[in-house]
């Protein structure tokens, strides 16, 4: 049976939380150099993270290439080109895709247990490099006029515009396939990559015919100063997300039940979500969404705040559900399943706290395929749903000597004090 994916705001009295583990299966092997056995992986991933008390499964379908058996004529599956990741030799991935599709896997399991799955795409992250072949799609190698660029000029392999009806469509297009697939939802992840749209001529040319105003030659370190052209990249992926909206809504009345679309985005102020392209304001108010997923991700140095109540408020203004995140910084250390001293609970149980406090409906962990599998995380995060124990042991238990911008809890990619900022001088090609 399908099991429903609640997307209603939660009673406020409830404290009992949903939490939504967010999974890649391979990545646990590969960062801890661990044989990978047989397609029997599968079911145990989803184990774990039932018996953990994880009802709620974010199974990860892709980024440039597709981690499924796929139709698409546009689209590449993992490791189909090369084995080659990282550096690392990922032929474990092919020889488990040559037995069984892991989504459909997935699905099958989750159904078993009555546990939603929701299918998760990186919604603009190419990688692009040699060191990274198996994870680059063709259609990101073979349109290189379609790669980003910085506000200097330079080429941003790792990212496509998406001001072009190509890109946009190439997305739409595995995303209704994972939808015909039958996961119980979608979350597009926008945290990857930051910021979604960049300086691509097929962006700057129009803005500069409509306004006489060329963007990359603005220099402030006033954000107001850019709020025109901000929102004018914003306005193009609100198109995106209402074409997308449609085509789902179609599709709904096809399959028969529907398919709710949540967008997994950094939590950070106001301002930089336009900036970075992601109008979540006007996604809710237009109903082009069900939802906010958070992250916590301190991308610009201009203002590195976590908005926690802003994005409960902006979700819940529109009866629109808000899931808090906590991410994987300093619960884990690749290569290693101890924990060596960076790890400890408080922090963690202070951060779940905090989003309580805020209204979040459920929270998610990220790389919880690794998670899962550390001993030492098992007494916090079996009870991180918990509201009212949460907050008693954020409250009682020693506060450890960790310096005050130390990262637990924060998004892997996390890179203190931020990669991004208005000011090109700081940051050169990460300028916003």
Known sequence: MKPKFNTAPIDSQIQHHPVMGISEWMCYYTNYNKPCSGPEVIDQCIDLHQHWGINHMVWNCGRSVVDYWSDLPNATMQCVDSHL?????????????????PLRQAISLCRDRSMPILGRLG????????????VTSRFAYDNQHLHEKTKLGNPVPHRLCYATEEVQQERIDILLEIQRI??????????????????????????????????????SRNPDDFQQWFQYRADILTGFMKKLRQAVQKQEKMLGYACPIITRVPDNAPWLMIAFGLDIERWCAKDLIDGLMLSPFPLCRDDPGHYHAYHVEVAHRHNKICIGGIGSKKLIESGTQQNTGFFDPQPVYNWAKKQYQAGVDAISLYQSETLVRMDYLKETLTV??????????????PEPDFPSDYPICMDWHTNVPGQHSIDVSQVGDGAL
Request: contains cysteine.
């Open 85 to 101: 990741v990282g550096g690392q030799d990922w032929s474990f991935v092919t020889k488990i895709m040559e037995k069984i599709c």
């Open 123 to 134: 919604m603009n992250r190419h990688y692009g490099s040699a060191d990274y072949a198996g």
């Open 182 to 219: 039958g996961v119980d939802g979608l979350v597009l992840d926008f945290c990857r990559q930051i910021p979604i749209l960049m300086y691509h001529p097929a962006l700057v040319d129009p803005f500069i015919a409509k306004h006489s105003v060329d963007p990359r030659k603005i220099q």
């Open 384 to 397: 991180i749903g918990d509201q009212k124990l949460v907050a008693q042991r954020a409250k009682t238990m």
